[in-house]
């Protein structure tokens, strides 16, 4: 990356934030990617100029969050990485209502609803994602959804304005937000939940991680489940009547434990997780009928 770039990106936020030539294996849960040109931890109020820079000097650019639902390239990922992560992190608690940066982790976000007696948030304390990619794509746990506490999200659209995006107008469905298809990044949200008892409250997170860590490889680097669920079945049932638990290519294989989750076994590359997944959808849809679409996010080069 030119140095003349570098030295703009120095004038939009501190040069401490700014990582050139990052490992990206670093910074998802996969433990799997090469380097990014330039990666930069950001505050919301810098997101717009970052981008705008970008635009300007006709730089790619790609936002992540914590990187639990993600699989980078072996080859890296060109141009920005912008990251909303810990310097977008604060969480107020307001009456029964919770606002979160989009860097919160939402683990965090539901001990806060906890320590004080709010209940709504329990299924999601487990799920390893942030505020803003849990509204993205309306992440959900037994039986729970984000859009079921949502009041509203601060977004910057792609036009570089920032809007207060309505639960009803980010029209949230399985895995799908209106920002999905729009494009836009979150930048906080706002839950409603409701008053509780602390201990019922953390009886339901103790049970719900107590099933999470029993039937989930949860040690093993992974990016959660790597497939939708397909309208009317289960993917891991179908990966598993498939006969594909414990298959695996290099490094990388469908979880013993779980199938519906692909994992690192032993420093696998995404090409060892691409090759996977392909094989089991197609072993699927050849068994079943039934094609499996991706819910990890593929971002950056791939061989």
Known sequence: MKREFVEKLYTITDRKNVYLDEPMNKHTTFKIGGNADAFVDAAADEIKDLISLCNDEDMDYTIIGNGSNVLVGDEGIRGVTIVIGKRMADISV???EIVAGAGALLSKTANMALNNNLSGMEFAAGIPGSVGGAVLMNAGAYGGEIKDILIDAQVLTP????KCYSKDELDLSYRHSLIMDKGGVILSARFKLTAGDYDEIKSVMIELNKRRSDKQPLGLPSAGSTFKRPEGYFAGKLIQDAGLMGYKVGGAGVSDKHAGFVVNYDNATAADVR????????KVFKDAGVRLEPEVRMIGQFN
């Open 94 to 96: 307001d009456g029964d």
């Open 275 to 282: 090759a996977v997944m392909r094989d089991v959808s197609d």
């Open 159 to 162: 036009e570089g304005v920032v």
